[in-house]
Each structure stands twice: as C-alpha cells, then as structure tokens.
C-alpha cells in the first residue's frame, strides 16, 4: 500500500478527514472521496476552471492543488451555496437569466462569481468578464452569465446586511 | 367564448409554445446536482486507462504487458489480441468503412488506442498505462492531404489495400476513400464557358475540434447472471449506439440498455461511438464488473471527433451584373486515418450539396474526394449539420470574391441573387428543395440596424487614414432536421424520430423522446408544446430522454433535428392523445364530437358557452369506465415522424471589425444576428442557443485549428493551445429575428441551434477580409490569428510606422 497521510479541512462548513496518497488532487478528493461531484473536471491543466472551488479565501482549481496542501483549509463548493433551503442569490439569478445550458461549467463558474462578489459587490461587465476569464463555458457565449452575476450583484446589495 | 382576460389568463397558466419559460432542467445544474457519466460510480467498478501510440504511422513489433500487469492495482491488460477472440478488435465505423479498437499490427495516428490497462482507480490505471511497453517501428506519415495519392505514398491502410470500395464508389488508389459528386457538371462547364466574369478562389475550412467541457467517457457494466450490458455513456445517439452495440458484441438488443444521463456539451463529438468505449465495454464483459474509460482532454482533442478538414476551391461565373450563373465547389477532405465521418449512408460527403446557400444558381457541380492520413479519424459536424458549415463559408466567402471582382458592394450583390419569396419551394440546381424562406426583408432589418450605409461611409474615411475596419456579411441557408428516411439512414436506420406521451388521470404528464439534450433545454422545449397541444400546464409535464430502456427508438440530437423530427413527434402524439380527448368529452358532454370547440385547455360545447369539458376532466374520465363504447381507458400516444423534408432555416448576419494593422488583432466591434427558425418555442432558449453559436464560430473564424508537424505529431492538443475563447475575448451579440414557418413541419418549426455557427463563420472571416478588400486581398484562410493577420498586414507592408 502507498503510504498516506491525514488530513483535515472544513468542507461547506463540516469538518472532514481525509487519508491520501501525496499526489492524490483535490478534486478527485472531493468527487470520489466525499462524493462532492458539482465541480466537475473538463481539462485537469488548470485551464477550463470547470473544478473551481474556494479555499482560504481564493479562488482555486481544485485539478492543480494536492489534497495534502488542504491541511486546515476552509472550503466552499457548488453544494455549500444553498443555506437552509434557500438558493444563493447567484444560484438563482444563472436560473432567471439563463446563464447555463449543459451545466457542466456551471458549478465552477458559480463559485468563482461567489468570490469575486466577495471582493467587489458591484463590478462593471469588464470586471465581471475579467474576473471569469479562467472558467470557460462552451454554451452560453457568456453573455447571460455576465447578465447572472449582475443581477445577483444587485440583489444583494438590496438585502439588508 | 371566455372573457378574454380570464382566457389569457388560461393561457398564461400553461407556459405553453412562445413563452420564455424558465428552464426546468436549471435545478439540479445551479445545486452541482447534475448526473454525468463520470458522476457514476458502480460497485467493484474498475478504471480503464489507454495506453496510446506516440507515432503517427508505425508497425508493433511486439507489446509486453509484464510490468504494467507487476504494478499495484493493475488487473488486466487488453491489447487487440485479446479483443480478437470476441471479434471486437476492429469495428465499423459510422462511414461505411472499419476502425481499429485496438491497433491491429500497426498504428496509423498519433495517440491512437493500443492497449487498455484496468486497475483499482485511475492513479493506478494511469501507473500500469505508463508500465506497457510497445516496440513500435516507425513508418513514414502522410500529413497532407494533398500527398496522400501520390503515385510513392505509403499506404496507410493496409487492411484495405485491396478493397476496390469502402462503402462509396470505385477507389483509385489505396489511400483514396470516395469520390462523391452532385448536380449537372456539363450544365455548370457551360455556364462557366459563357460567362463573361468568372472567379477561382483555394479556401480552407481547417481541422477543428467541438471540444465540448466534459470529455467521452462511459462505465460499462456487464451483469454475467443476466446477460445484461448496461452503457452510461457521453453520447447524442443513444438508441443508434445501442444498435452498433448490438451488432458489434452479438448481445441481443433487449438486453442492452444505453444511458446518456447529463451530457456536459455535445457539439457533433459525441455522436460517434469511440474505441474508448468499446474497450470498455469488452473489459466489463470479460472481468463481470463495472468499467469506467473517461478521456482526458488530451486525448479528447487528438483522437475522438475531429471536423471539416476540407480543402475547397471555389469557382463563380456570373453576367456583368453580378447574377450568378454557375457554381463550381470542389474539395479535398482529409479522413485521417479511418473513414470515420459521420454522414447518413446515401451522403457520404454529408449535405455539402447545400452549397449554393440562399441563391438561385441555375447550374451547379460540387465533388469532393476523400481520403485518408495519418491523422485520427472522426469528421463530426462541429455544430452544423453533416458538412454544412464547409459548404456554407464556401459559398459566403465565394459571393464576396464576386462582389470585390465587379466592384459590386457585397449587400447589394446578395439582393441580386437570393431566392425570391414567391419562388419557395425552390428546389436548387443541386436537388434540394427548400421549404420556405423571406430573404430580401431580413437582410434590409439588418442592414437598417446596423447602420450599414453608415458603417460603409465610416470605412471609405478610415481607409483614406490608413486604418482597418472590415464589414462582413453572411445571408446563410441551413439545411437542419435529418431526415426523410427515404433520402437517410445510418447503418440501414432511418432518421426518424419518436416521443411518447403517458397522461396521468390527475392531468400530469411523462414525455419520452427518442432524442438526447446535451444542454439544449429539451425538458423544457417539449414540455411546452405538449402543453400547447394538450392544454395542461408545462409545470406538470416531465421530459425524459437518453435511456433506451425508456424512451421509443428515434436517431438522437444532432444536425438541429430535436425540434425539426422530434418536435413534430411530439405535436403528432399530442393530436393523437387530444383526439381520443374529444371522443370522451363529446361522450361525458351527449353530443357529437363536430359540435366541440378547442379552447385552451378544454373543449366546449359550441352555441352553449356553459357546457364544456377541460382536458384535466377527460385526463380523469379517461381512466373510469365512463367512456365511449369499444374505447379503452388511457390517455396515452407514441408517434413516430419521419419528416417529408428537412427543415431550412436562415438568417442575415452582419459583423464589424477593426484591426490593428501593427499587432494584426482583430476586435470585433459589433456583430449582429437575425435568425429565422420558423415558429419559435421559447424565445429565450433560442436566443440562448445563438449566443452559444456565435460563440463556438468566433473561436472557430479566430483562433481554432488542430495543427500537426510532418510527421503527424500534434502541436496544440491541450486547452493551453487550443482556442476556447474566454469571457473576455467573446463579443456582445445583439439577435433579431423573423418567422417565417416552415410550411410540412406540424408546429412550422424549423430548429436553430446550429444556424449561428453555420453563419457566424462565414460573416466574421468576410469582416476580417473586407478590412483587406481594398488592397485587393480577395481570401485569407481561417483561423484568423492575431499573427496570421499580422503576416497579412506585413505582406502588404502596412504594418510599419
């Protein structure tokens, strides 16, 4: 047996163990191991942004990063959106402006609009279009999810802190 | 009648055809809930690695399993020996011709499959793969097309090298595949003998790749008890795929079942069935476990669906006045190694006869000639239907030529020339008959959007300062909706297609089709027309395709034939299930069924406005024994359609660019698509799929291209250097549209999705050349790369201070 190591991160706000091979990637850590399949794998180069999850406050694709760089991490993925039965803002506004066709792209793209509304709670489209260039989407032309991120951005700063 | 605002209330309440209802499918995709075939994960389930060949062209001298099968969690190695004793080493492809599984002696591609390892997880799959040793000697490789019938060419298949045919025709040479040809070659030499203006251009519609996000893959599960083979699988076909599946493995049909699941992007590359999938399967057969293959993407862009790879010439001859009076297309198509094009078998080289687009030219010849390379096999249709989009652009960029030879503004010259809306149905000097078009008042709203006298004037002012500014059209016929089945079939299948209704007594309803949406909103499309036709709520009508245990047989989604075949099934069935609907309300109402009106959602009793039946009633009485005499209970349909023609949809497209004619970039500035498919269902997913569209043509026009070295090694198989554009590079699109029904279709819809990459080519590549035009540049081949455009500027020495 390959040797392997514990490790300990919060996922979606749970604590999770974890024992792994050294080169074991994140995303198969999330997807086989702890059966969290919303980020999906479209390229494993770090190029596509379809594995995209949240680590420690960042954007990461989940394809490049180790499971053992995890230690202690705080995590969010696709499925740590929806709070006690209540669609994210931005969950909601990719369903009313139809920012998803195949929704393979989906998850990934969701949480890096996460983030960047985390950083900037009012981007133009350029930002919003800066923002996304690392997740790539073969359906929509991006146009309705630039369209999404707008109105989730909007919805949210009319909800009450 | 009803009041009628409580009428349009009713209506409302259905979300029926014309609403932009949201999608019902959206749910489970915004949650990370979707179900995609690697999402599976079967009990004992093994993962299957390829091990590939690193030559083009090379014979196996000898492979040794020994240390792969030493390395941790490796339980099997399959090379094409071990598939022989099944006879699953070779297999037929979907052109008529074989492919190997497994390279059979030799390997004739780059990354071709050679050996299957099967192991505990894909770490040690992907361990074992790099453990197998295979002695290759490496022969030399045709990379170009235009070598591959050289009198000293090396033959690439010598399985066949004796075959006079493969499937199409005479061969008159071992890497020659078909020689196929349509409409009047005398008419079209004539016309062009007496024509006092002729034009000739070379036109390349290079190999490109659909690339859509999630890759190929399957898990094969084999039930040894049962006799049972159970497929998940990536794929646009899945009845058809089970069909081959039971012709290749001798598996009765009724124990196979094909499930699609979520389908993450299709695009044309998931219509074939790979060897990755074969492998697979015979894996699962031979261990009695679960397989799973899923391709990186890697492998994705160098081996499983390639498109176009068409070398075209173009030739024009007109009067003085621009009126086109023949058309010439010829074109060499690389096959790659394998005849592996996908194309109905009466059409091997798809429909490129298509290609005298939305003009009436009154003679015309195409020929193509196919052939083999030491490339991967594949020829999908990226987004089109079968050849379409080489046809297309052939015939867009060839009116542009003619306008720019007679000093004929390139608008101007397409008024002279389209099919004029009394002439429909126009049947082309090629044969096809084209159901219904409005050409001349789509290009004039376009035009009139844009500005477009504007945009010409701004042109003449920035030419005369040096700069670059490029204004392109395209006023594109689609031919969509394969097919008659007279004119098509794959492998001896028509191209029909199904959908069965079950109504429920509460008035729920469960539609299954014979199609496979790969994002395309079916669940939604559907379930709106069957509440149109039935009038009960979309709300309560669920769509299921993809699982052939399930769903009536039918061909699949691809060629935009959902709405076009499966669409007009699903209204047949529907009018089945309202007929038998009107039976029991003219019973439960004591009169005869020509004294029932149609109103939304119920039938009333025509001169007494109070009696009348809704369809949720007679969903109920039609389960009781209060029915007709003779009548069973039930309100259930399947119809099958097999469409009298295929569908064709059209539009005007205009695009604005400007170019940096020191770098060579090409923004484009504006772009502007009008799009007629008939009777729209639901606006939003139309515009949807045309945003999509457009996007996967301006990666195409700018940046895609599979490249190759002489020796047929891949220089750009990853998503580092294969163009997917970003949300940064892909322009804003602005879409209009007109209807014009087509008239066979029973809801006058034509299908839509592909028309904006058949277009949207054709409209970008003229833009980029027009910025050239006046320095008397008439082509330049796709794609148009900042440093391609570049080597143009510097051509011309205008990229200096």
């Known amino acids: ?161 | 009648m009803g009041d009628m605002s409580e009428l349009q209330q009713r209506e409302d309440a259905l979300q029926g055809m014309g609403t932009s209802l949201l999608r019902k499918e959206d749910a489970r995709f915004i949650r990370g809930q979707g179900s995609y075939v690697d999402d599976i994960k079967l009990p004992g389930m093994l993962f299957g690695a390829l091990v590939r060949s690193p030559y083009a062209h090379a014979r196996i001298r000898g492979i040794d399993k020994s240390k792969a099968l030493a390395s941790p969690g490796v339980v099997a190695v399959l090379t094409a020996d071990d598939l022989k004793p099944v006879k699953l080493h070779w297999m037929p492809t979907l052109g008529g011709d074989v492919q190997a599984v497994l390279a059979d002696k030799k390997v004739c591609f780059q990354l071709q499959e050679v050996a299957m390892v099967l192991a505990s997880d894909r770490y040690a799959a992907a361990d074992g793969a790099a453990l197998v040793e295979v002695d290759y000697e490496e022969l030399p490789a045709i990379v170009d097309p235009k070598k591959s019938m050289d009198a000293d060419a090396p033959t690439i298949r010598e399985d066949i090298a004796e075959k006079k045919d493969v499937g199409h025709g005479p061969r008159t040479h071992p890497n020659h595949i078909f020689t196929w040809e349509a409409g009047d070659k005398a008419a079209a030499d004539s016309a062009f003998d007496n024509a006092p203006v002729t034009v000739r251009e070379e036109i390349l519609n290079p190999r490109v790749h659909p690339c859509p996000l999630e890759t190929c893959g399957c898990v094969a599960s084999f039930n040894k008890a049962t006799g049972y083979l159970t497929v998940y699988m990536t794929t646009q076909a899945p009845h058809l795929v089970r069909t081959v599946l039971a012709m290749l493995s001798g598996i009765a049909e009724s124990k196979i079942r094909v499930v699609g699941g979520d389908i993450g992007g299709g695009f044309g590359n998931k219509v074939p069935v790979y060897p990755g999938y074969v492998v697979a399967i015979v894996a699962s057969i031979v261990t009695g476990v679960p397989v799973k293959w899923i391709e990186s993407r890697i492998d994705n862009i160098s081996t499983t669906g390639f498109a176009r790879d068409y070398h075209g010439v173009g030739e024009l001859a007109a009067d003085a006045d621009g009126r086109i009076k023949g058309l010439r297309f010829t074109a060499l198509a690389d096959h790659g190694a394998f005849n592996s094009h996908v194309s109905a078998s009466k059409f091997p080289a798809g429909l490129f006869s298509i290609c005298t687009g939305s003009y009436a030219i009154p003679n015309a010849y195409c020929r193509v000639d196919a052939v083999f390379t030491n490339k991967a096999p594949g020829g999908v249709a990226y987004r089109c239907s079968l050849r379409v989009t080489e046809a297309v652009y052939l015939i867009e960029r060839m009116i542009d030529v003619l306008a720019q030879k007679l000093g004929i503004d390139k608008a101007e010259i397409r008024r002279r020339n389209f099919v004029a809306k009394e002439q429909f149905p126009y049947t082309t000097s090629m044969g096809w008959t084209l159901d219904s078009g409005d050409y001349a008042p789509a290009l004039e709203k376009v035009l009139k959007a844009v500005d477009y006298e504007g945009l010409r004037r701004e042109q003449a002012d920035k030419r005369a300062r040096g700069e670059l500014m490029g204004i392109g059209i395209a006023t594109f016929t689609e031919i969509v909706g394969a097919g008659p089945t007279k004119a098509c079939d794959i492998l001896g299948i028509g191209l029909f297609d199904s959908c069965e209704i079950r109504v429920h007594p509460t008035g729920g309803v469960i539609a299954r089709l014979g199609t496979m949406s790969q994002g395309q909103g079916h669940a939604t499309t559907y379930a709106q027309i069957i509440a149109t036709e039935l009038g009960l709520p979309a709300s309560d009508i669920v769509v299921e395709e993809g699982d052939t245990d399930k769903a009536p047989y039918g061909a699949g989604t691809w060629g935009s034939r959902s709405t076009p075949v499966s669409g007009a099934a699903t209204a047949k069935a529907a009018r089945k299930i309202k007929e038998k609907a009107r039976q029991i309300a003219a019973h439960l109402l004591e009169v005869g069924e020509g004294d029932l009106d149609w109103e939304v959602d119920r039938f009333r009793v025509r001169g007494n406005p109070e009696a009348g039946k809704t369809m949720k009633e007679i969903c109920m009485a039609a389960h009781t024994g209060n029915l007709p005499d003779g009548m069973e209970q039930g309100l259930n349909a399947v119809a099958y359609y097999d469409p009298p023609n295929l569908t064709y949809p059209f539009g005007a497209y205009v695009c604005v660019v400007d170019i940096d004619k020191h770098t060579g970039e090409v923004k484009v500035r504006r772009f502007y698509a009008l799009d007629d498919c008939g009777t729209r269902i639901n606006p939003m997913i139309i515009e949807g799929q045309i945003h999509g569209g457009l996007t996967e043509a301006f990666a195409v026009t700018m940046g895609q291209q599979v490249p190759f070295d002489e020796n047929g090694n891949h220089l750009g198989n990853s998503l580092m250097d294969y163009f997917l554009p970003t949300a940064v590079e892909t322009p804003h699109w602005e879409t209009d549209h007109t209807v014009t029904p087509s008239p066979h279709h029973p809801l006058g819809a034509k299908g839509v999705a592909e028309s904006p990459h058949v277009g949207g080519i054709p409209c970008i590549s003229n833009a980029v050349i027009d910025a050239f035009a006046h320095l008397g540049v008439t082509h330049m081949d796709m794609p148009h790369t900042a440093y391609r455009v570049w080597q143009q500027c510097h051509a011309l020495g205008i990229d200096r201070h």
């Open chain 1, 1 to 161: 047996m390959a040797q392997k190591t514990l490790v300990s991160f919060t996922l979606n706000g749970k604590e999770v163990d974890v024992a792994v091979e050294a080169r074991e990637l994140l995303i198969h850590t999330l997807r086989e191991r702890l059966l969290h399949t919303g980020p999906h794998i479209g390229c494993e180069t770090s190029h596509c942004g379809a594995c995209t999850v949240d680590v420690d406050g960042m954007s990461v694709k989940s394809c490049t990063m180790l499971t053992v760089q995890c230690q202690g991490a705080s995590m969010l993925t696709i499925e740590g959106l929806e709070r006690n039965g209540v669609l994210h803002a931005l969950q909601q506004a990719f369903h009313e402006e139809h920012g998803l066709q195949c929704g393979y792209c989906t998850p990934g793209m969701i949480t890096r609009a996460w983030r960047l509304l985390q950083e900037n709670p009012n981007p133009t489209e350029e930002e919003i279009r800066y923002w996304l260039a690392g997740n790539l989407c073969r359906c929509t032309g991006y146009q309705n999810i630039v369209k999404a991120v707008q109105a989730a951005a909007q919805k949210l700063a009319a909800q009450p802190a």
